[in-house]
DNA sequence: CAGTGGTCTAGACCACGCT
DNA sequence: GCGTGGTCTAGACCACTGT
């Protein structure tokens, strides 16, 4: 009884104020429900959504509303705009597989009758003619957090290598590599036009006279940076893996890749533990 | 002095049009901006951003703009929002490491005569009464998806148990783990009762009888899922880690975790590959 | 050109956290 | 109660993609 007097109130009008949100707000009714037809394949990968336009009439809500649905959506990683075109259901890339067998000898130097590859290359059957790869070689004194990396002294002067990879004309990885300098000083591993170096880092060790015995993976994830967004192509709501690896002879770090930046939605990390 | 013919420009009357984005939008100008200030540390770690109010000031444009730029901002990972506080530059949170030790039995028994602990909860010294694991037990047939991944015919019976794992009252992983049913059935591992199990599942199966050789890991990273970003307190612009694991003893697969998943913003995973 | 999304404004009211 | 962010509307104009 206490609400009796409810329909008597003098309500403005009829539908003139926006309906106060009192249990879901409509915005994510909107996205509850585009995500319901994604994940049901009812919108299959890769077609389009409804436009903001239909979506205001089937729903009855304002053009913001819709948009902040859709923006969900993106942030999750469900969907994918394009300006002028509309709003795509997010279509499923190729996988890239990477092993932990990329990094043996034997297997880079299997490779060597074929075409150049190195360890992104392989496990995916990436031709020497479907990848190119851009570098840049600088000379900089190593900071706190790379010095840890190597057991060195800060300072100590390392041999910075930065990659950028592309396999058919997609950027898929960004990289960061170092070697101490005085390891690498006026041999053809310090020589940029070498690369991409056929059996990639182990074997440019190996010429140095150097057997790798252990690598170090540390693997992270997180959202890509303003820079990475743009190299890498990658759209929003999907997150990057970034991989800090080690190069060990015995107790020596001889090579450190400070941040492997891989699109998430491209990559997949493969590890064998042997027990 | 070049804007002196600007004022007599008939421009309606003065700022009656939101003048036209010719160059960068407004909502990035707002958003680089603070970008800038978190990146550089002028506003370290954890601490208030300016409130909506005071950038709507600061940058002279309507409300509607600076949300948008927060809403950047919490998508690069970059800042967290709290309804009636305010907007955070990120916090760094405490990185859990887990290392592939873990699954190594003499190291499980090291810790049999401390508290219990499990392949997830050394590397970071966890104790007993640190953590909490809540798990439910079903018995069903195996999808297409599992099945391929213990080399079994689809529809299989496995014993399925789901474990979302907390420490220090934060929930720190979900998990669903599957045995096949007629290996565990009428085992003490197939009551619930007896998790967290010390030494965790490689021990589990050694009480089987059986020896686990190798483990292999799959990582990748996606947005969390609805369920996920509750169950893990996810914030918004923070990815998951989503792992699948093989468990074999020889080429036989006994144990398949299809999806362990780990707030990315307080993860990493370590690997040693031995050459 | 029409249709799509991208940017921006002004104003309204609701809900949360604090003091 | 005040200040914070959360939700929503209505309308405007810009910019891209197609025919």
New interface residues.
């Given amino acids: 009884m206490p609400n009796c007097s409810m329909s008597q109130l003098p309500e403005s009008s009829v539908a003139d104020v926006p309906a106060p949100h009192a249990e879901r707000p409509r915005y994510r009714v909107v996205a509850d429900e585009l995500?319901r037809r994604i994940l049901t394949d009812a919108i299959p990968p890769g077609q389009l959504l409804p436009s903001e336009t239909a979506l205001i009439d089937e729903f009855g809500v304002s053009r913001?509303t819709v948009r902040e649905a859709l923006?969900l959506l993106r942030?999750?990683?469900l969907a994918i705009t394009e300006h002028g075109r509309g709003t795509y259901a997010r279509p499923v890339l190729p996988v890239r597989r990477l092993g932990?067998e990329r990094?043996?000898?034997e297997v880079a130097q299997l490779s060597r009758d074929g075409p150049p590859e190195t360890s992104f290359t392989r496990d995916q059957g990436i031709r020497w003619s479907a990848y190119q790869l851009e570098r840049e070689f600088r000379e900089v004194p190593a900071s706190a957090a790379v010095a840890e990396l190597f057991d060195l002294a800060p300072g100590t002067m390392l041999l910075e290598r930065q990659f950028l990879f592309r396999a058919h004309g997609v950027p898929q990885q960004m990289s960061t590599s170092c070697y101490p300098l005085d390891l690498v000083v006026g041999t053809p591993v310090a020589d940029p036009a070498n690369e991409p170096w056929p059996g990639g880092n182990?074997d440019q060790l190996h010429t140095l006279g150097i057997t790798?015995?252990?690598?170090?993976?540390?693997?992270?994830?997180?959202?890509p940076?303003?820079g990475e967004t743009e190299a890498l192509r990658i759209p929003?709501?999907?997150?990057?893996?970034a991989v800090t690896r080690q190069t060990h002879t015995g107790d020596r770090v001889v090579e450190v890749a400070v941040d492997i930046v891989l699109p998430?939605?491209r990559?997949?990390?493969?590890?064998?533990?042997?027990?």
Same sequence: chains 1, 2.
Avoid: F, Q
Wanted: no cysteine.
């Fill in positions: 995500r913001g923006a942030a999750e990683g932990s990094y043996r000898r182990i790798v015995t252990r690598i170090r993976e540390r693997v992270r994830a997180r959202m940076l303003a929003s709501g999907v997150p990057v893996l998430a939605d990559t997949e990390l493969v590890y064998d533990i042997d027990l």
